[in-house]
């Protein structure tokens, strides 16, 4: 089931991704809207950074297109902040906490400028909302798992961006950070920005997410999660292998809540 999204932020025209010729992303279509959290669910192998890769232009699409804002990336690409996975990154590259997070202002400050004050202010600040500003001046290579991921946050809240993109951002991270890292997503959504989030726990998306796209090579759905999310979907995003889908859905029907409005 696909929902279309009313005034769309992100267009997914026809996507199609393959790595040596094995096409892994399948004629995905779907639209999305803005000011929302939404989640890419799907099994292992489903394909679900790819599309993420895709959108940012970091993969080649085999077929297809995607508009951000009604724009190409290029166009757009200082309002889209890419969060990518932390295993993916090279931590023992020599740099400070605060230097990492300062690189997040650099879009905005054009070709000649430097860095200064104000985008000093703006790293500290945003190191502040994720509780590490105790550590501005360690070295990453010297940070837990779950500070690299606050840290990796704190670098795109300094970005400013309008668009989101994050590969697991609770990968990792005890029950606290998760906590503290979601409220923060929520703020920014109630701020207009639009988050979209690759997750695995199929539980707790339940509650975090308010539009779910779940995946599988092809889309099996994208919509509000009180619409897309049933026994039926999940069954056949997750193959049946899981006999607590049922229980999932059944959760979504009654609570039919929406954490962007408690
Ligand atoms: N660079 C690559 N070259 C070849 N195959 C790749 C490459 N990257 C991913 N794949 C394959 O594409 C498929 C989709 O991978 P992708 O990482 O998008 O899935 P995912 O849903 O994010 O998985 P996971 O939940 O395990 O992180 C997988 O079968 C993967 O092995």
């Given at each position: 089931m696909i929902v279309q999204a009313e005034s769309p932020i992100l267009e997914v025209h026809d996507l199609i991704v393959s790595y040596e010729q094995s096409p892994?992303?399948?004629?995905v279509d779907l639209t999305l809207p803005q000011g929302q959290l939404i989640g890419i669910l799907g099994p292992n192998g489903a394909g679900k950074s790819t599309l993420i890769k895709a959108i940012m232009g970091l993969v080649n699409p085999t077929g297809g297109f995607v508009k951000i804002f009604d724009k190409s990336l290029e166009e757009v690409r200082s309002r889209i902040s890419y969060v990518p996975q932390?295993?993916?990154?090279?931590?023992?590259?020599?740099?400070?906490v605060l230097d990492v997070v300062m690189m997040g202002t650099y879009g905005k400050l054009g070709l000649f400028r430097r860095p200064g004050k104000k985008e000093k202010e703006i790293a500290l600040a945003s190191l502040d909302k994720v509780g590490m500003s105790a550590f501005i001046n360690r070295q990453i290579s010297e940070l837990s798992g779950g500070q690299q991921q606050r840290v990796f946050l704190a670098r795109a809240l300094a970005q400013d961006a309008d668009l989101y993109l994050m590969d697991e951002?609770?990968?990792?991270?005890?029950m606290a950070t998760e906590t503290a890292i979601f409220e923060l997503l929520k703020q920014m959504t109630q701020e207009g920005k639009t988050v979209i989030v690759v997750h695995h726990d199929i539980y707790s998306a339940m509650n975090y997410f308010n539009w779910i796209i779940m995946l599988?090579?092809?889309?099996?759905a994208s919509g509000p999660k009180e619409i897309v999310v049933t026994e039926e979907l999940l069954r056949k995003t997750y193959g049946g292998?899981?006999?607590l889908l049922s229980k999932v859905s059944e959760l979504v029907r009654k609570q039919s809540f929406n954490p962007l409005k408690s």
């Open positions: 892994v992303l399948w004629n932390r295993e993916s990154v090279d931590w023992n590259f020599p740099a400070s951002p609770f990968a990792g991270v005890d599988n090579l092809h889309l099996v292998k899981l006999n």
